[in-house]
């Protein structure tokens, strides 16, 4: 059956587009069919996203369905970042895949500033992926009994939500209710991969495990949306997900005067002014400027779940005056969350992207990698905000985008 | 100079990485050498990352900078999607730039149910690029006075904002005061292209000549986070950015029972519980269910500024019973951020994304072509809050993962 | 018929508690025969409750029903304390009623702190009484068109609000979507009445004749919880609803120094921490210490509606070194609800708590004494913010508490 | 000395206001002494605030200081009410002291219908009062050392915070990290207290061995405002603080045809578009209609710290038909910070409105009498909120104030 066959096929109504993977046996030629269906059928010319090194065999339905070809995205080298973490010990070049411009430049000067000063400290302050299946109880009362029925069967529920995986431990579960519902937030170690997947199916069967054993409760979703994935929300960021990471830097007032002609006080300044008083008027969750900026890059580059870019930018820039008068920053970021195997950490451009990090598959030990990736992503975000802080007092934002590339990123 | 040549000079620090298309001329061999360099100082294969087609002669300063190849995203195709706009009007096959399995077929499978039922009906209710610049006053006092200034020569500064360039129109300012400090939010018209990075020109403009032109007034930022750019927040939630859209279908229930054997009131059920109580609870900006996901992978595939993302998936899920006893579904983005011109999305595959969908570059009349996609991306993202609706509440979450992209996306 | 009668007739079931003031004609009687009926049902004494100065025939369907007595709240004097407002102009003392032991005394010695600085300047920046009735359209579709219509008939909307009050004026009708819900928050110039009753009944005009104008429409609910009423929210932050006030004092460095031994960086230091640091990290509306103590106090005394502390508490605290050394301080108020006639601004101690700040009754020109009274109130929140932030930084609080009103109300 | 003289005295500046309780040895005479002061002053009367039964002598420096006299403020009872929890058992009698017409009635409604339907059951979930001192640490990664040793050191933590009162118990210690800075959320168990003073005395004294045992941390606010005392926000509403408490009943289809002619699918309506939709798009954390309005009124009724209505009154009306077709309605307050001793617990008429309800002073065993208390509070508010829901649909507001107080309390 030659190619054409299939297209005609498919615009004769005989097959469908996502039915072709399975006709031919193989994605790539159904991608190249897909492709030239839609040329046909909607006059454009797919060369382009034709264009690909990407084997959709080894992609269709792991990561993805209906393929008619890849996106290419810029990717752009901030650093060397100097990095003190637990794991992530020494220079790194961090891969950042954007379309917008000034951005790289941004992270790149911010890397320079830190690196020359010692470098940015990081450390994981918690882990852990959450699910929360949220469940119908008869009322109010029986929310109550059968939060401690789950209570005292913890180690039972345990159990069943680790059967399915060996990477998987469950570390808490988190009760929460309104009325007559009740969500169980499941919190589990998900070693170095980001794990929402594993923990959904490990969630589904705690949630199926319970209906057949409690009476009287129903199931009504596995997801109640107080888990919270891609919603922007106040329990990761109150309560984490993913990995709670903190990365911090002091900035010598000399450095800032001699190399910016600024002074401490005048980051802090913008700091509060914009980030904290600012962004509490906007009723934000990002007392930042700009973390969602460098995230995204890196989460597109390194084939992160780039929708969970919303919660994981989420966090706080502090500044302040240290006691010897120079300039203490830190990036706090309650909810990020990364991983280094599974997802679209194994596809070509994004696994060697993950190896310039040296955090490319699973860490020894387990879960490791996934830390020191965490550990040098906040450094990044560190380098790329306080850039940013230094720009906007200098006033070099919009002039940054008009002369293409100077020194900041707008946010 | 050869290649070899340039790499040994990073090495010693004679050039810097960022210097290398200077001296070069060309940005795709500094591509190559800064690859070479990075290939050598890590000890890693870059290869897929330089298999690229992107020209970064034509990316350089424009989208991105120190650049050493290009991420490759496999580009699923969703549809056909019926849309039913002011511009947008017919079949639509979504790009959708993913790695996450079950999303492509999500979005699909909901495009069908959408499709099936008459379509999906999207309006743009307003539409508006916002950046707020903060000023400092001595008092409050001269806050309110300071205000009231503003408004006396509102023309002018709309003459200053707009001088740069013919595109945009200053429609709105909107001040806010705390103490001493204001934030006069500008909202802008950008034809068909996003515009951040014009408003914050023109802002930077406006702020350069109210300097200029009252005694007494400091420039803190040209960004206080009032605006709101890549952070969840409630001012774009309440007031917009970008474009407010909503998109809408009304589903039978005789097709809901016969295709997935549950009623209206099971979807309403699920959505009330999840959409509403659960992101209540978590006190989200995301009453829905996966906005993010959907939005993440278009932006993605069209060019767009990815990390948008974060407050262009915020929104609300609103599903009833009507009174014909069948299922009326909507979905409503306050604030979605999309252009068809500037950016990345003259990009090779981005570009051809944005022609599959009819809407690449300046609309006719202008801003047509900003609009109509818009209108598209609501109906896609109404798809896939609707299939996903279905799923939880068929339990198909997990299951679609480990059967790899049968029915659902989790989230 | 003796009280024993109509209390026996209560026991019996003849006569609802809510009924013996019909039957008696004499509300001060049912009062009593109420309290008797209690007394004896239950056991208890209510002597104290029994001593009261109403007169119930005053209050009865005015501001309250089923009464059997009054509670006693000990009302505490801060002052003098020196306010320039528009309207306030002078000295004053503020009367506060509290059982928080503490709290006089923290706002009394802020008080001293701001009057011997010259005094706290406030400024009104926005006015309106906002009810948000809720409408359900047939689409989304609809709800544009219906926004639109409203649009063009608002002049005709605006007398029909205006028709049932000459003290009521119709200043803006802001629309919101979601879906094909439409929310109309009519926003109102209520002169000196805090207002809601009568912008209540205005809006149950306004919806029915709207009901009555245009096919499709269906009211469901004359508040839709856009009003904001007594809920903390965003809307009313970032809006306004009542008056926005803001208050604002310069604290000299030396004053600091001499009277407390602390510098105005210690203030702001304990203000950016607590107030924006912690708050936000708190996903707070209340960016201060403690309004809701001071306003709570003044609404209690002066016959506000107290339930609208709520919102009329949110707000912000900031605070900076100034460019001559010494410490600039303001609190921002959105939403400051309050009257001063209606509602129980006239009970006999309430009304006397008013004539104390020379605000009771109507102003001339009206509207003057509510402003003037909101002037007063920021004042009086500026002073106790101030005081707890010093108290906070010198350690004061339970020391303040151990030792019973010394120095500082905690919060 | 006469009165005389001492106001003389202050007229001349050599005795302040404050200091007339000391110099006169006498609360009382000191009161009038005030009172008088002012009434010259101002020239005003303040009869009517001087005509009360407390003994100032009892508050003076306990409740409050500088007392001038008292507020008074009509109490309406609302019952009986049917409560069935764990200490509330049997029929209430509701004193609600409001000056807000239609309130009393509203509640009093609500009462009807839910005792006549079964009653209310109220159960308390959670119970703990919060305070939050910050600190400062040197960087971030002394912050995650810092919290491991408070961690390593609970046991000795406890007996500190304990040591000054046997009522009190520590229960938990949560740590919150935003760089540098460091929140110990401390809860306690407080008995029948609503004990936000000895919490606060606890966490000066657990700040104060934490800077003596630990070196390097900096207390920088005995109350960080993650507490959350008097500010709305997401902390409590997540984890609770005070009471967190549930109230619910079912109602059946036939009565609410009945007696309202309305169905449980009307009330589940308002319910969803008003509760839940209008306070998302709000982004309020009251998902209630006037929850704020019945815990107010009691809050003053009772002697309770009035200011923390704010949070208090946070939390979520849900409203569903169920199985059997009848409204099950529920309402949960995350944050009901409630006591039955201390604060103004013991003045005359709070002491009564408390024996009114069968819960004046401690409890047996300890805590009964507060959680009993809580219970009935959360009925009260399940009353009000249900027949405000009714109202609404009914369109009985406006009219209910118009005709003042025959149905419905607006908000």
């Known amino acids: 059956m030659s190619l054409d066959d299939v297209v005609r096929m498919i615009e004769e109504g005989k097959v469908k587009m996502h039915e072709v993977d399975d006709l031919l046996k193989d994605s790539n030629l159904a991608t190249r069919a897909r492709r030239m269906y839609l040329e046909r059928r909607l006059g454009v010319e797919l060369k382009a996203i034709g264009s690909t090194i990407i084997d959709f065999n080894q992609v269709y339905r792991r990561n993805t369905e209906n393929t008619i070809g890849a996106a290419q995205i810029p990717i752009g080298v901030a650093g060397p970042l100097l990095v003190r973490g637990l794991y992530a010990n020494g220079s790194y070049y961090i891969p950042l895949a954007t379309t917008e411009g000034a951005l790289v430049a941004s992270v790149n000067r911010g890397a320079k500033v830190v690196t020359e000063n010692g470098g940015a400290r990081s450390i994981v302050i918690k882990d852990g992926m959450a699910r929360a299946p949220l469940f119908k109880l008869p009322s109010a009362v029986d929310s109550v009994k059968f939060i401690d029925w789950v209570r005292l069967n913890l180690s039972r529920i345990k159990e069943v939500a680790e059967s399915g995986s060996r990477h998987l431990r469950l570390n808490e579960v988190q009760p929460f209710v309104m009325g007559n519902n009740v969500w169980l937030r499941l919190v589990f170690n998900t070693g170095d991969a980001m794990g929402m997947n594993m923990v959904t199916i490990a969630s589904e069967r705690v949630a199926k495990w319970i209906e057949d054993n409690y009476q009287g409760v129903r199931l009504i979703s596995v997801s109640g949306n107080m888990c919270v994935d891609k919603k922007p929300n106040a329990v990761n960021f109150l309560m984490g997900r993913g990995k709670t990471v903190v990365s911090e830097a002091v900035i010598s007032r000399r450095y800032l005067m001699e190399r910016f002609g600024i002074t401490p006080e005048d980051v802090v300044n913008v700091n509060v002014r914009k980030n904290l008083l600012g962004s509490a008027y906007a009723h934000s969750y990002g007392f930042n400027a700009h973390f969602a900026n460098i995230i995204t890059a890196i989460f597109i580059a390194t084939g992160q779940d780039v929708a969970q870019v919303v919660e994981s930018s989420m966090g706080t820039t502090w500044a302040e005056v240290n006691d010897d008068g120079d300039l203490y920053v830190s990036v706090t970021l309650p909810s990020l969350e990364v ?68 020194a900041g990123k707008q946010t």
Not at 345 to 351: E, I, K, V, Y
Not at 364 to 387: C, Q, R, T, Y
């Open 339 to 406: 991983g280094t195997v599974g997802g679209g950490t194994g596809l070509p451009t994004q696994r060697e992207a993950l190896q310039m990090l040296g955090v490319q598959g699973g860490g020894d030990p387990p879960g490791s990698n996934a830390v020191k990736f965490a550990e040098i992503v906040a450094a990044a975000v560190l380098a790329g905000e306080l850039n940013l802080l230094i720009a906007q007092h200098r006033r070099e934002l919009g002039r940054a985008h008009e002369m293409l590339g100077r």
